[in-house]
């Protein structure tokens, strides 16, 4: 079972995991992504590629389905304007032992990071900067090859 | 076309439609010849090498050919997650 | 910060998570380890050794938060009587960068795996048996020493 | 002594006072002397390998040695998470 949604709503954690227990796997595996409060930033934006975006998704979703023999997998990605302690990102993973689990999930949080629409754009007080790109990702991308 | 963040800012525009000459072959091509429509453009399109590309909603390198593609975005190095 | 709790209540993965993002780490990974309902288990009987348990927990946590720079790590444990869908171990870690939290939590179901005192009997209608240590388990804890 | 899981079941209770003589030095030794109180402490203890043990709450080998121990606990491997 695949879900993906990009969302400006808020991601709601409890019926997301809910969503991935319920396939009746022995192990779920999570990764969260929240706007971090520490660097001075005031207000995040997340532009996307609509259509491009939830495509993208469910192509990383159905490739970790086949290479770990996953039960489920979830993959939320909030866009539009968020503020220190949102959620942006939220991706579950469920399968009969953990080591699948933990590793598709890194797998999908990686591939996301490198292979999915979007862009974020910092608010500190006046100033605004589109954030880019940082070449640890693309190598954390390219070990999965 | 459709472009994204400072892309999109630069040009002035998320979306407009082109219609460019056959020797418009590739991606690069066509950022050379979009980078001719405005100041903005030029400005926004001027350094290839930080834009990425996607043709029908896929990632595609700047030597991809456009062939009869319908969808064309131009954006920087993607930073989601 | 570190919070470990063994109990016999269910374990409310809203409360958890809260109270992990809550230290505004940008990235946040969980491990959740249900009872499967695929192997015709009725019910499973989780005995620990008090004391000695929390301690286990407690100093697998501090090695986590050392080696990986978190900002915090939950791991609640159930004990007592379960049926299928409960969730048996919940693990969650907070840190500034994805690869930190996502490693750290692995090691630390690893480790809790082999180095914590749980011991787990299976129902299956009227049989019951103690369930067996694997050696694949033994194997994933040896590798993070 | 503190027992879990089937050797709880097999030796009948989860906690005894006992008073080993001098000669019992470490843990395989306890465990032979253990085995003498009754039948199913025999049972249970019966193969030392697939036993594991704590001292004051910390795992230990077979061949720890004892000390001035106030808590020994003798269990299966364990199997939490």
Known sequence: MIRVSVQPAPIDLGTEIAGVEAKGAGAIASFTGTVRGDDGVTELMLEHYPGMTEGALVALAEEAMVRWDLMAVTMVHRVGTMEPGDRIVFIATAAAHRAAALESCTYLIDRLKTDAPFWKRERRGDSAIWVEARDSDAAAGERWA | ?81
Chains 1, 3 share one sequence.
């Not at chain 2, 050379?32 to 405005?38: P, Y």
Request: aromatic content about 8%.
């Open chain 2, 1 to 81: 076309m459709l472009y994204f963040a400072w892309v999109r800012e630069g040009v002035g525009s998320g979306e407009e439609q082109v219609d460019p000459p056959e020797a418009v072959r590739n991606v690069a091509d066509l950022i050379d010849w979009l980078a001719q429509r405005s100041p903005g453009h030029a400005e926004a399109l001027r350094e290839p090498t930080k834009l990425r590309a996607a043709i029908d909603q896929r990632f595609a390198p700047l030597d991809a050919l456009l062939g009869d593609a319908r969808e064309v975005a131009l954006f920087p190095p993607v930073t989601g997650g």
